[in-house]
């Protein structure tokens, strides 16, 4: 089962990108990464997901490197809002393996 | 938009009862999930479902039970509440293979 690494903690100034770093190095050809992130006291809430190529929403960009053992999620501008737990997970068939994620703090 | 919505925000319950934790999505999702998190050790998986009736155990399912009845419902059962089922439950659902899981808010359960 593939897992994920995470720094445990980071600070990211308000209106500057934040870039969150994962590795998952034991990663298969078919397992997509995914992003959540958790605001104290509610579920997860999904942020954006890719299996080989960059993917942009209206949230977030997915950067996945070619070999795919690692990827950066990447904020444009955060605000205080986006002060949260952010989680990267392989979806291994149906199940999510969370790890501990990295605790991000947007200072103003 | 996804609503999934767990039955209790809080509940407090005594050593021995016997606990329901009950959950509801309304986007007709063929797959529904239970998970504990507990600090420090992230999200861990309990019990899944692909259909109704079906049922399958994740990485700590021992001490629970589910029931999926209807589609649009998945409820997890404590048989007999122990203090270290004290945890924030967490219920998600989702369409098959590689589509997000959408999570309900939480039910923060505490065992006395």
Known sequence: DAKTTQPPSMDCAEGRAANLPCNHSTISGNEYVYWYRQIHSQGPQYIIHGLKNNETNEMASLIITEDRKSSTLILPHATLRDTAVYYCIVLTGNQFYFGTGTSLTVIP | ?112
């Open chain 2, 1 to 112: 938009d996804v609503k999934v919505t767990q039955s209790s925000r809080y509940l407090v319950k005594r050593t021995g009862e016997k606990v329901f934790l009950e959950c509801v999505q309304d986007m007709d999702h063929e797959n529904m999930f239970w998970y504990r998190q507990d600090p420090g050790l992230g999200l861990r998986l309990i019990y899944f479902s692909y259909d109704v009736k079906m049922k399958e155990k994740g990485d700590i399912p021992e001490g629970y039970s589910v029931s999926r009845e209807k589609k649009e419902r998945f409820s997890l059962i404590l048989e007999s509440a122990s203090t270290n089922q004290t945890s924030m439950y967490l219920c998600a659902s989702s369409l098959p293979w590689n589509q997000p899981q959408h999570f309900g808010d939480g039910t923060r359960l505490s065992i006395l």
